[in-house]
């Protein structure tokens, strides 16, 4: 069984806003008792971290999308989100969500402490 999959990419326009979405199967991933991240990863490039949430709530961005992305998750739905405003062309990327037993992280950004992940949904701003 799949443990995340992810949903809701596309292509808007820039100022364009898009919800991304990563329901958890339940039996490996509860976003309850782990840290949710999202990264994103451009072709050849290294997987970069976008956002997190810890098992209390706590939150954390990359200085690029602070003010602008939100993520949030519903434990009773196991599912957790990023909710992208403003977006720009330089957002365009493939973005995953991500899992971490961990229930709080040090380097919550960091994607080497993150042991379960979703397959990407690609997010394209054009100017």
């Known amino acids: 069984q799949v443990p995340l999959v992810a949903s809701g990419g596309g292509s808007v326009q820039a100022g364009g806003s898009l919800r991304l979405s990563c329901a958890a199967s339940g039996y490996t991933v509860n976003t309850n008792s782990m840290t949710m991240g999202w990264f994103r990863q451009a072709p050849g490039q290294e997987r970069g971290g976008v956002a997190a949430?810890?098992?209390?709530?706590?939150?954390t961005y990359a200085d690029s999308v602070k003010g602008r992305f939100t993520v949030s998750k519903d434990n009773a739905k196991n599912t957790l989100y990023l909710q992208m405003n403003s977006l720009k062309p330089e957002d365009t990327d493939m973005y995953f969500c991500?899992?971490?037993?961990?229930?709080?992280?040090?380097?919550?950004?960091?994607?080497?402490?993150?042991?379960?992940w979703g397959q990407g949904t690609q997010v394209t701003v054009s100017s």
């Open positions: 949430i810890n098992s209390d709530g706590t939150t």
């Open positions: 991500a899992a971490s037993r961990h229930w709080s992280l040090r380097a919550p950004l960091d994607p080497s402490w993150y042991g379960y």
